[in-house]
């Protein structure tokens, strides 16, 4: 196999990882000369799903969690499992390209082995391959959050990824942070530029009710019948600012979803029923367990890793597959008459440095990026430590955020919100204006200061918490805890709502229930005035220079998590 | 009860009639009808500020079997807890033998549960209803229906969680 590592370090225009370059690397990492990405014939359908690229055209660093809890039902469960719980379950050996790829064990050590992940233009290699092999038998699927994350897709409202969607052939498309660009530009660009289907079976107009999009859509593929249901992010307008999508409702609607399946079934005749699903991964479960007839649930949304094997629910197939490119999943499947005979499912993490970039997709990327190339690479700070997001409760990257928020607009405790997209730097690297972005690009960008009370505090960690550790998934949102600054308090995932957080302090003291205190935040659900976050973050790290984690505010945690496997390390929570 | 504000709706062609109690949610236009001035308005029970009350005033008791025939969706999560769409679909041959007569709605902890009846003929074909209700904190919702052959039927409750937004995804 070869490597295009001329063309891809001309793509990157920096050599991220030179130490990976050294003869015989590659093979080494592969162990010999075998090619990942053959993989041999089966069946006469092949699906290809990717999801919740964040609009990342280019390849980027990204760590797995070590804290994603899970609980009630899905206690220990397949994707709440980190570190080496997650390398167990499937099976996959640490410090491996796969082992690099699924876990955050020895991160920084691995990523100047193996690589940064994903970009459209290896992506588009790989699909571009399998089309060649496979000809007209091959569906591409996007699960959404394609539109959001990146520089270029805000300051071009989301042409860039459009035109890169296009380019690759998606066939069907669901959203999320699609619609946080408005629900009159999401319109515009499904309408007129969008070559893929835009699917929603759960989008709903307020005033009548009626589907705003198309629920489903029909696929002749080796002369079966191939059903694609979309779902969109049932809490959309909970998630992000309701004012932005101001005439649809959103929702999980598992009775239409029951109805639609049906129909495609017995109206439309369909051999198979796959729903392109933007739930997360507990909501899919749950689902899958309540509607019959689903053969297969691509899912997205958390981020997580749930391959190399499908989770099974009855009948129903079900995974999730990854962010920011890192994962391209591909079932082949052996379709019957009104049933699924067989399959085989391939979970392939896109390792930049092993897959030559698609040349017409890297010109395209240049092209978008060319006339704000100045403003993407100017420098701000350089980082000593490993810079990331994904977490239950913070990230490095997150903490420094906070205290950018704090510093700059003179206050003692911050928030920022527990997304889960904004890729990582490695200790050394240069963060850039792009990087900056990467953590905050979004339309409701606006820094906010409010006065809170101890107990408002409170009662928005609170009512954060219960979003994510509620034991029902059909009452979780997705995403993370908020993120604090100068916060300080103990957790306990299992309790209910109001009863999670205890020993609350700021700056060390005791939180006063009635005392005001100042608080920074950003991303707020109304309409708010204020300078835009990456500004403030980006004149902080101008100012620093250089800039190291030493301290994470982080929680301390009940005993009972001290065996939780959704936890890689227990002891930086007081375990 | 002060401020409550009531309403009669006659749907076009299906005869049914809705009595909801709508507190303060703007829905309301100059010209509608007020339910304290149509007979036969069941004043009582839409007074009552607790459920058990509220339940015996309208239906006559407060232990109602579950049952898979009454069908009840409302999101989990509300988007709008000032307006939360719920819709009731009770399975009845809605013949002249056998059909569904009236239909109530609760919000368990609202200042007055009971949020709507609903009264059926036959010849609504469809005991089916869409309605926006208004709800202050995470409680839940249910549904009792009666049968023309005086059977009461309920939906399972069904949690709707209000809750302040962000940080998703």
């Known amino acids: ?575 | 009860m002060k401020n409550m504000k009531r309403r009669e709706f006659l749907g076009t062609g299906l005869t049914a009639t809705t009595m909801a109690a709508v507190a303060g949610t703007g829905l309301l236009r100059s010209g509608m009808a007020f339910a304290g001035n149509v007979a036969g308005w069941p004043a009582k029970p839409f007074e009552e500020k607790k459920l058990a009350a509220a339940m015996t005033d309208s239906i006559g008791k407060t232990e109602i079997p579950v049952s898979s025939k009454v069908r009840l969706s409302a999101p989990s999560i509300a988007e709008n807890g000032a307006a939360v769409p719920v819709t009731i679909e009770i399975d009845s041959p809605m013949n002249a033998d056998d059909y569904v007569k009236t239909v109530w709605l609760f919000v368990d902890h609202n200042p007055t549960p009971l949020a709507s009846q609903f009264n059926f003929t036959p010849g609504c074909g469809h005991a089916f209803i869409q309605q926006r209700i208004k709800m202050a904190k995470t409680d839940n919702v249910r549904v009792v229906a009666r049968t023309s052959k005086g059977e009461l039927m309920a939906s399972a409750p069904r949690k709707v969680k209000v809750t302040i937004g962000g940080c998703g995804g």
């Open chain 1, 1 to 575: 196999m070869r490597i295009g590592r001329r063309d891809f370090l001309q793509l990157l225009g920096i050599a991220g990882a030179a130490s990976f370059f050294t003869p015989g690397a590659v093979q080494a990492a592969w162990g010999g000369e075998s090619d990942p990405y053959e993989i041999p014939d089966y069946g006469n359908v092949t699906l290809l799903h990717m999801t919740d690229s964040h609009a990342q055209l280019l390849p980027v660093w990204w760590r797995e969690p070590d804290t994603n809890i899970g609980v009630g039902p899905v206690l220990n469960q397949t994707p709440h499992l980190c570190g080496k719980w997650m390398l167990d379950y499937y099976g996959v050996t640490r410090g491996t390209a796969d082992g690099y790829a699924y876990s955050c064990l020895d991160y920084d050590t691995l990523a100047h082995h193996y690589g940064k992940i994903g970009g459209y233009a290896h992506i588009a290699s790989l699909v571009k391959r399998y089309r060649q092999q496979l000809g007209k038998r091959v569906l591409l699927l996007d699960g959404g959050d394609t539109w959001q994350g990146s520089a270029t897709s805000l300051w071009t409202q989301a042409s860039d990824m459009v035109g890169a969607q296009n380019l690759l052939g998606v066939d069907d498309f669901v959203g999320h942070w699609e619609f946080t660009y408005g629900q009159d530009r999401v319109q515009h660009l499904v309408k007129n530029e969008l070559k893929a289907t835009f699917l929603a079976q759960n989008i709903f107009n307020t005033t009548w009710q009626e589907a705003v999009f198309k629920s489903y859509r029909i696929h002749e593929v080796s002369g079966r019948r191939i059903a694609v249901i979309g779902q969109a992010f049932p809490f959309t307008p909970i998630a992000n600012p309701a004012y932005l999508i101001p005439d649809w409702e959103f929702g999980i609607h598992t009775q239409h979803m029951q109805k639609v399946v049906r129909e495609c079934r017995e109206k439309e005749h369909a051999d198979l029923v796959v729903v392109l699903s933007h739930n997360g991964a507990d909501v899919d479960k749950k689902m899958a367990a309540l509607v019959k007839g689903i053969d297969i649930i691509l899912g997205g949304h958390t981020h997580d890793i749930m391959g190399p094997k499908p989770f099974m629910v009855n009948q129903t197939l079900i995974i999730n597959t990854s962010t920011n490119g890192k994962v391209l999943a591909r079932f082949d499947l052996d379709v019957g008459k009104g049933r699924l005979k067989g399959w085989r499912f391939h979970y392939l993490p896109v390792f930049s440095n092993l897959i030559h970039p698609d040349a017409e997709m890297a010109a395209y990327i240049e092209k978008v990026r060319a006339p704000y190339r100045e403003r993407l690479e100017k420098p701000l700070a350089t980082t000593g430590s490993l810079l990331y997001r994904r977490d239950n409760f913070n990230g490095t990257f997150d903490q420094l955020l906070c205290n950018a928020l704090r510093e700059e607009m003179d206050c003692e405790a911050a928030f920022s919100p527990g997304f889960r997209w904004g890729y990582c730097k490695l200790p050394g690297e240069t963060i850039t204006m792009e990087d900056v972005m990467g953590q905050t690009a979004i339309t409701y960008p606006q820094v906010t200061i409010n006065e809170y009370t101890g107990a408002e505090i409170k009662n928005i960690m609170e009512q954060v918490a219960d979003n994510i550790f509620n034991p029902d998934p059909y009452y979780q949102q997705g995403g993370d805890m908020i993120r604090v600054g100068n916060i300080q308090y103990a957790f306990n995932p299992d309790e209910k709502i109001q009863h999670r957080i205890t020993n609350m302090r700021i700056g060390g003291k005791m939180v006063s229930a009635t005392r005001k205190y100042k608080v920074a935040g950003w991303a707020s659900m109304h309409k708010s005035e204020g300078k835009p976050v990456w500004e403030i973050f980006a004149r902080w790290l101008e100012n620093k220079k250089h800039v190291e984690v030493e301290k994470m505010d982080l929680p301390t945690l009940n005993g009972d998590m001290r065996s939780n496997r959704g936890i890689a390390d227990p002891h930086p929570y007081g375990l």
